[in-house]
């Protein structure tokens, strides 16, 4: 199982930067993914889930109205657009693979388990 996430760098407050994450190794229609974030010395923050199929999503309360989460399942990747940055989103980003195959759950703020998680990419909001 390969996550592999891109598309962070620094941006202005008010930016926009889209996040992807290509996997490999395993059914990605068969998994929810979610979106995780982490400053280091600090908790790991969940911040946006999506179902299987994609029809679902569930966002944190910090980045609900900015970010949105989507997939592409033919090309096996999850995305993460995040609009109007904060200096308070200034984080490493991770997309985490939900551990059970075929769920019908969507990840959210109090159910978001995962298994194999990428090795991030840094996101700066700075001016």
């Known amino acids: 199982v390969q996550l592999v996430e891109s598309g962070g760098g620094l941006v202005q407050p008010g930016g926009s930067l889209r996040l992807s994450c290509v996997t490999s190794?395993?059914?990605?229609?068969?998994?929810?993914m979610s979106w995780v974030r982490q400053v280091p010395g600090k908790a790991l923050e969940w911040v946006g889930g999506?179902?299987?199929?994609?029809?679902?999503?569930s966002y944190s309360d910090s980045v609900k109205g900015r970010f949105t989460i989507s997939r592409d399942n033919a090309e096996n990747t999850l995305y993460f657009q995040m609009n109007r940055l904060k200096p308070e989103d200034t984080a490493i980003y991770y997309c985490?693979?939900?551990?059970?195959?075929?769920?019908?759950?969507?990840?959210?703020?109090?159910?978001?388990?995962?298994?194999?998680r990428g090795q991030g990419t840094q996101v700066t909001v700075s001016s």
């Open positions: 985490a693979r939900y551990p059970w195959p075929n769920s019908s759950n969507v990840p959210n703020a109090n159910d978001y388990d995962y298994d194999y």
């Open positions: 190794g395993f059914t990605f229609s068969d998994y929810a």
């Open positions: 999506i179902s299987r199929g994609g029809a679902r999503t």
